[in-house]
């Protein structure tokens, strides 16, 4: 996702203006490429496309492809084949009818409805493109989240994180090249993973589900030389999910042969593994940290803008920031407490999916006839869980007529699944959509089930 954190330095060496096509009434920029990014460009640049009025949309990332965020744990255990999955923006862009530039934003000019991207520079340190500006009638904000360390020392450093999908492609390297190892050596390999909500329970199941397979190609023994062990701060995993789905995912773990430990506060990582309070050192060969949830740290000091603690952008129910009504941001980046409301909505795929919905319908009349966007009104349609093939678990929500019921099993993985089809769906159409959900499983026949190379 595009990110950074260098402040606008109205002295700092010129930069080149972009203007990314012909001039047209309305600029829309969305910084972000995730579920709720890149669903938005590819709507509005769909609208553009079959409507009369001009407007030009532009998406920035970092990155050049998308990957479905609740997907990433299976890409990074190499259960599922990236090149599959992604989504080149380029060729989204191309399809739906907007704009697509890589890059990290570095600045924000309010005043000037301008934002600047750092300059790109090649693995070797060459320049490739200058600093650029790229100016704004709405910028939108959906850079996601990212796991919060806490200020835990060594994490940085000592810890693998799966926000993205370049940090899932790292982990699934090096699990690849520690199982060979293991294999080598006839050792045993220990992966300690720190958060017990949804990214770590689903990890370590599939982390399973990849030993178990590739005894399957060979590898001899490998189940029982792998020891997953999943720590986390609270008294239960899924803290977002009713009891009885938290203590039903912890025994199907066990049973899979994971060490679950609660209550357990990591104080530092190591090169050997994680400091426990009172409880020593738990070694381990392998060490993810998949606990807590923040903005990238950029957005603390973007031009003034109202941030809370983890970074989160400060919105009205219209989803306009509260400092800047040209300024908008959506899902795990930006906070929103409800009218009436307590706290928060948390930062789920649900939720940016649907503040991303709402920008569809709202951003484009309120452009283009000067009209307030109405309020933002959530529906929480309730969450899934999936522990690889073994199990799943969902609960229903506060809406409908089984609210707040529970379900597992073949129901749960279905519903689950849908929702992976549900995204392709809106960004490909329904038919082509179906083409991939054909081909992937025409995939799950014919090539092997796991990354083998």
């Keep these: 996702m595009a990110r950074s954190a260098v402040p606008i330095n109205a002295s700092s060496a010129p930069v080149r203006m972009v203007e990314a096509g012909p001039p047209v009434n309305r600029r829309i920029v969305i910084v972000g490429g995730g579920v709720a990014g890149l669903s938005l460009a590819t709507a509005l640049g769909r609208q553009s496309q079959r409507g009369r009025k001009a407007h030009q949309v532009t998406l920035i990332d970092r990155d050049s492809a998308h990957v479905w965020k609740p997907m990433l ?8 084949d990236v090149s599959q999955q992604q989504t080149s923006y380029i060729a989204q862009a191309r399809a739906a009818g907007f704009d697509y530039h890589p890059g990290d934003i570095c600045g924000l000019d309010r005043a000037g409805q301008r934002i600047l991207l750092a300059p790109m520079r090649a693995p070797d340190g060459r320049l490739l493109i200058e600093k650029r500006w790229f100016h ?6 959906a850079v996601g989240s990212e796991a919060n360390d806490f200020g835990t020392p ?3 450093k000592y810890c693998f994180t799966i926000d993205s999908r370049r940090q899932a492609e790292a982990f ?3 699990v690849r090249l520690q199982i060979l190892q293991c294999l080598a050596q006839d050792h045993q390999l220990s992966i300690a993973i720190v958060g017990g909500g949804a990214t770590g329970v689903e990890l370590a199941a599939e982390l399973v589900h990849l030993a178990e397979t590739a005894e399957a190609y060979g590898a001899k023994n490998l189940h029982s030389k792998i020891q997953i062990t ?6 239960r995993l899924l803290p977002a999910f009713p009891e009885v789905i938290s203590s039903g995912a912890q025994r199907q773990l066990e049973r899979l042969g994971i060490h679950v430990l609660t209550n357990v506060r990591v104080t530092a990582a190591t090169a050997d593994g994680f400091v426990l309070r009172d409880r020593g050192v738990l070694p381990a060969s392998v060490r993810v940290w998949a ?8 957005l603390a000091d973007i031009d003034g803008l109202e941030t809370t603690p983890s970074h989160q952008l400060l919105v ?14 959506l899902g795990d980046c930006a906070s929103l407490t409800p009218e009436g409301g307590a706290r928060p909505l948390p930062p789920t795929a649900q939720v940016a999916d649907q503040q991303a919905q709402h920008l569809m319908r709202h951003l484009l009349v309120a452009l283009s006839e000067n009209v307030p966007v109405p309020a ?24 409908g007529l089984l609210k707040q019921a529970t379900i597992r099993g073949a129901l749960a993985q279905v519903s689950h699944a849908l929702l992976y089809r549900r995204h392709q769906a809106r960004l490909f159409g329904f038919w082509r959509g179906g083409l991939l959900w054909l081909v992937d499983q025409l995939n799950r026949r014919l090539k092997s089930s796991i990354r083998l190379d």
């Design 154 to 156: 060594g994490v940085d």
């Design 316 to 329: 009205r129910p219209s989803l306009q920031t509260t400092r800047d009504p040209k300024v908008y941001a």
């Design 291 to 298: 606990a807590g949830v923040k903005a990238p740290s950029f």
């Design 230 to 235: 999943l720590i986390e701060g609270g008294g």
């Design 376 to 399: 933002f009104r959530y529906r929480d349609f309730g969450a899934l869980v999936s522990l690889a093939n073994y199990e799943a678990y969902g609960s229903l929500g506060k809406f």
């Design 136 to 141: 704004y009638d709405a910028l939108v904000f």
């Design 73 to 80: 744990h299976t890409v990074a255990a190499g259960t599922r």
């Design 172 to 174: 699934n390297l090096e």
